[in-house]
């Protein structure tokens, strides 16, 4: 079926960059729709970006502009550049496999942004 | 963008009495429509798609009805590890996606 594991989360400064890894196993990246979905702490799900096809990318306002979503098909790996981190910013990533629905979760990576 | 409002915040019951979440959206998803369920420190789970479709080996005390904008998971009698935070989530403007805010399950 497939495992995804993130790694990369970390404490950063306000306006610092991070790079977030996932890496997949049992399945290729780069023939899968992925995404990044987010959760702040004690709060709800947040969709992120996704990457599909000939990598095409989308992304939620909130982080339009600052996030880049890319995949390594020899790594097999999906990664989030997230530069210009804000506070609201804190939450657990989580790397997913959609197939119409977000069927495989990685266990995620927490990302706190504070001074 | 498609706003999903669930209810109640928080439903306390007791084993094996019947669950029943709301999940409202601001305007029709259709039949894109999907439940999830998480426990705490762990990744969500798929659940229900397409409204009333069940996951691969969710059991079948799990169901979903409803269409257009109002939506309902239940859970016709809770187990003990039935007690967690859902949430719905849209796709019917793929690939944007929206989730609701959750529903917690707790032990009354």
């Known amino acids: 079926e497939g495992q995804l594991v993130e790694t990369g989360g970390g404490l950063i400064q306000p306006g610092g960059s991070l790079r977030l890894s996932c890496a997949a196993s049992?399945?290729?990246?780069?023939?899968?729709?992925m995404n990044w979905v987010r959760q702040a702490p004690g709060k709800g799900l947040e969709w992120v970006s996704v990457i599909y096809g000939d990598d095409y990318t989308l992304y939620a306002d909130s982080v339009k502009g600052r996030f880049t979503i890319s995949r390594d098909s020899v790594e097999n790996t999906l990664y989030l550049q997230m530069n210009r981190l804000r506070v609201e910013d804190t939450a657990v990533y989580f790397c997913?496999?959609?197939?119409?629905?977000?069927?495989?979760w990685g266990r995620g990576t927490l990302v706190t942004v504070s001074s | 963008e498609i706003v999903l409002t669930q209810s109640p915040a928080t439903l306390s019951l007791s084993p094996g009495e019947r669950a029943t979440l709301s999940c409202r959206a601001s305007?029709?998803?259709?039949?894109?429509l999907g439940w999830y369920q998480q426990k705490p420190g762990q990744a969500p789970r798929l659940l229900i798609y397409?409204?009333?479709h069940r996951a691969s080996g969710i059991p079948t005390r799990f169901s979903g009805s409803g269409s257009g904008t109002d939506f309902t998971l239940t859970i016709s009698s809770l187990e003990p590890e039935d007690f967690a935070v859902y949430y719905c989530q849209q796709r019917t403007n793929w690939p944007w996606t929206t989730f609701g805010g959750g529903t917690k399950v707790e032990i009354k």
């Open positions: 305007q029709s998803v259709g039949r894109f």
């Open positions: 049992g399945f290729t990246v780069s023939s899968n729709y």
């Open positions: 997913v496999r959609e197939e119409g629905y977000f069927r495989l």
């Open positions: 397409d409204v009333f």
